[in-house]
């Protein structure tokens, strides 16, 4: 089954380069066939061989001569289109494989597929016209012996199924030790990949990296060495013995069936020099099998990976017509995706779900950690597929024929994004200028210069490369947006951009934008707050627009005194902003109460702190004067359990 994909591929890789190479590859070995055959007549002949045969020889020389060049030009080029086809048809095919499927696989699989594999079908497919070329050699000095004696020729097949029968077996040994070492370098592939992530830690820690090199690393890549060492010797004394045999066929043929058969001395001195002339492309032919072996062991090790070659191609790119950004309304119905966490036999499920999001608005989607937010944000965008359940786009469902033109209409950041160098697949004539306006609002100018779309660097912090991602995201200006963590390596002033001026901004342009976040600082920006418990929606809930920053009753919170962070524990909770007993909230620049704070206190009167001066932001200057309230030097108030906070609160 293996050589059969062997020669589907081979065939399909390029058929034109791979007809012409096997042609001309089949005529140089004929034409060496032929000179033999030239040779032994001319021997036979006597002393003054005749003009033909010079001719004949001189004719042949010449032929094989121009065919080896041209076979050998044709080689060059088989095996670059090979490793090029074969690398860009697999990277097609794993952008077409759905992510979770990816996602098992891993990426040091795909990596070994991406070099290794490819590697050992490009060496393959490079020899393979060089087996024909050798072949028809063989095959030539077969036709010559056999037109000589069909008796010798029937003996020396019987001769060749025999050896073929011994070479077979160990063969198949070799073989299973080279599986066993291809399997072996997936694991290898992955410690290379621990070895430059986790380099600072290793280097941090001695003991930690004598562990990981002697232990990990050296015990896995003496596994592989250890099974490609086995099954090259066992090859090459394969090898060995096919010469062996063929040496063993020659004394057969001179010594014994001479005294068996009426063989004349011309007949007997033709097939000799035929078969002496056949041990180098014998020789060849088995140096290669080794090589078709890999080749075999590789496309087999790409198919149990569900990257068969025959691709599937990506769906044709663009937004399919009534999905623009004049869509209204995206709608998930009864949506369930299940999943084996990595490293552990227990399945998540996420959903049921039952949401519909609306144009404009902008969704805070909060939890604990493994509650199932990114994998929500995933089935949003379309990278995960909903084992049931349907996502509904304006009436019109998300299938698997137009889900890749669902996905262009989303930007993302996710917490594990991946930045290019480059704005690609963005275009028009203000792109680069509305760019360059981004880097100077994310403070990136002085660092960060774009030229022809392209990053001057992207040597930079996780947070500045964060705000390179989201720049991207800007430019794409597509009608959905989803940032995963985006602000947790910002620091205080481009969170406040962040939430303060490019949400509302968004909203303001009709983006409809999904924020995972813990940054309960800013839950009063949002539209709506969906909270995630477990894969289940604990609640979702929308919150009045003033809390979302427009109008009167601008809700500004300045952070929970002890550093943690507040996650509603109801709908209640979060639409009214009440953190729980004892906490205040600040509107239009006046610290208040909450309502059972002022009646504990006896009237908003006696306790209220003294409004600010117009415009300027308090930030408490201590623990104790947040736990009294006080505005500053002086203020003598004092409110028990009282604790200033960041969520979004009644204002009135």
Request: a negative charge; charged letters at 20%; aromatic letters at 10%.
């Amino acid at each position: 089954m293996g050589e059969v994909n062997l020669l589907r591929f081979l065939w399909g890789a390029s058929r034109r380069t791979v007809v012409l190479s096997v042609l001309v590859g089949l005529l140089s070995g004929a034409s060496s066939a032929g000179t033999v055959a030239v040779i032994s007549m001319a021997l036979k002949g006597g002393a003054s061989p005749g003009t033909i045969l010079f001719w004949s020889f001189i004719g042949l020389a010449v032929l094989m001569l121009i065919s080896s060049v041209f076979s050998a030009i044709l080689l060059v080029l088989l095996g670059q289109d090979t490793v090029y086809e074969l690398r860009m048809r697999l990277s097609r095919q794993i952008l077409a494989t759905p992510l979770r499927q990816l996602e098992e696989l891993g990426s040091h699989r795909l990596l070994a597929s991406l070099t290794d594999d490819v590697n050992s079908v490009t060496q393959a497919v490079t020899l393979s016209p060089l087996l024909f070329v050798d072949l028809a050699v063989v095959l030539g000095c077969f036709a010559f012996i056999g037109w000589l004696s069909w008796e010798v020729l029937l003996v020396i097949l019987g001769f060749a199924v025999l050896g073929m029968f011994t070479y077979q077996l160990p063969s198949n040994a070799a073989n299973r030790h080279l599986r066993a070492a291809r399997d072996a370098e997936d694991a290898l592939y992955d410690h290379f990949r621990a070895l430059t992530l986790g380099t600072k830690e290793l280097k941090l820690h001695q003991g930690r990296q004598e562990a990981f090199l002697t232990d990990v690393l050296a015990k896995t890549a003496q596994t592989f060495r250890r099974y490609n060492v086995q099954g090259m010797m066992i090859y090459t004394a394969v090898g060995f013995w096919g010469q062996t045999l063929f040496i063993i066929l020659i004394g057969l043929l001179i010594f014994v069936v001479p005294r068996i058969l009426a063989i004349s001395p011309d007949t007997t001195t033709g097939f000799t020099l035929a078969i002496l002339y056949m041990i180098t492309p014998f020789a060849s032919v088995l140096n290669i099998i080794p090589s078709v072996a890999r080749a075999i062991i590789a496309l087999d090790k790409v198919q149990r990976l569900g990257l068969a070659l025959a691709a599937a191609p990506i769906a044709e790119e663009g937004q399919p017509e009534g999905w623009d950004g004049d869509w209204s309304r995206l709608t998930l119905r009864n949506v369930v995706h299940t999943y084996t966490r990595e490293g552990s036999s227990e399945m998540f499920s996420l959903g049921p779900l039952d949401l519909m999001f609306n144009r404009g608005e902008v969704i805070f989607i909060v939890g604990g950690n493994g509650s199932g937010k990114t994998t929500l944000a995933k089935v949003l965008t379309g990278l995960y597929v909903p084992e049931s359940g349907s996502i509904w786009l304006d009436g019109r469902e998300v299938t698997d024929e137009n889900r890749h033109r669902y996905r262009q209409l989303f930007s993302t950041v996710f917490s594990d994004f991946y930045l290019f160098d480059r704005l690609l697949g963005i275009s028009g004539e203000d792109f680069e200028r509305r760019a360059a306006d981004y880097l100077s609002r994310l403070e990136l100018a002085h660092k960060v210069t774009i030229e022809n779309g392209t990053f001057s660097t992207t040597s930079l912090s996780t947070g500045q490369r964060k705000r390179l991602a989201l720049l991207t995201a800007y430019v794409e200006d597509r009608p959905l947006y989803l940032f995963d963590e985006w602000a947790s390596d910002q620091d205080p002033a481009f969170k406040e951009i962040f939430y303060s001026e490019l949400l509302p901004e968004l909203r303001h342009r009709g983006r409809t934008v999904f924020v995972i976040t813990h940054d309960d600082h800013y839950f009063n920006m949002a539209d709506r707050l969906i909270k995630l418990d477990y894969g289940r929606v604990e609640f979702d809930t929308a919150l009045p627009r003033e809390r979302a920053g427009e109008g009167k009753g601008v809700v500004r919170g300045v952070g929970a005194v002890d550093g943690t962070q507040w996650v509603p524990e109801s709908p209640e909770e979060a639409s009214s902003g009440a953190a729980g007993e004892g906490r205040a909230w600040e509107v239009e620049g006046e610290w208040r109460l909450t309502e059972s704070q002022v009646a504990a206190q006896g009237g908003e009167d006696d306790v209220a702190d003294e409004r600010r001066d117009e415009g300027a932001q308090r930030t408490p200057e201590s623990r104790e004067v947040v736990q009294r309230g006080g505005d500053g030097e002086g203020e003598d108030r004092n409110v028990e359990r009282m604790q200033w906070t960041s969520e979004a609160q009644e204002g009135s």
